[in-house]
Every structure is written in C-alpha cells, then in structure tokens.
C-alpha cells in the first residue's frame, strides 16, 4: 500500500502550527502558575482546530481520491458482473 498524504495541505499545517502555539503558551503558564494564561493557551489549542476544520471546509484540505470507486460505482460494477 502507498504512502498516504496525511496532513500534507494549507489546512493542516495551519490547524497544527495554531495548535502548537497554544500548547507552548499554556505550558509556559504552567511554568509561570498564571491561571489566565493556561486559559488563553487552551483557547488557542480549540482555536487552532477550529480554524484548520474551517480551512479545510474551505477547500484547502485533502481532496477526494479520483482512484476510488463511490458506494455507487462499486454497486453497479458488482450488478454488472
């Protein structure tokens, strides 16, 4: 089986660099013991998924494989046969 293409789009470097950004600030108020500051880390953390879920409803996600049958196309090909 190939390779697949995991993560390889705008989307999801995106989503993960927000995400990662939001886990350094909370950690750091770990360090800190800032309350507030741990909040603002996690609110980045959803706000990173948030953003890479609404980019990829954008378009800038992975695509559909044009090299894989539809529930559709399989149906008819086995009513053929």
Avoid: D, R, Y
Avoid at 24 to 44: E, F, T, Y
Wanted: hydrophobic residues 60%.
């Amino acid at each position: 089986m190939a390779a697949a293409a995991h993560g390889h789009t705008p989307a999801a470097w995106t989503g993960v660099t927000i995400t990662f950004i939001g886990f350094a600030i909370a950690g750091v108020a770990m360090i800190l013991p800032s309350v507030l500051l741990v909040c603002a880390g996690l609110a980045v953390v959803l706000l990173g998924g948030v953003v890479g879920k609404a980019m990829a409803m954008a378009g800038m996600g992975k695509q559909p494989s044009q090299h894989v049958m539809t529930v559709e196309e399989h149906q008819a090909a086995l009513a053929a046969a």
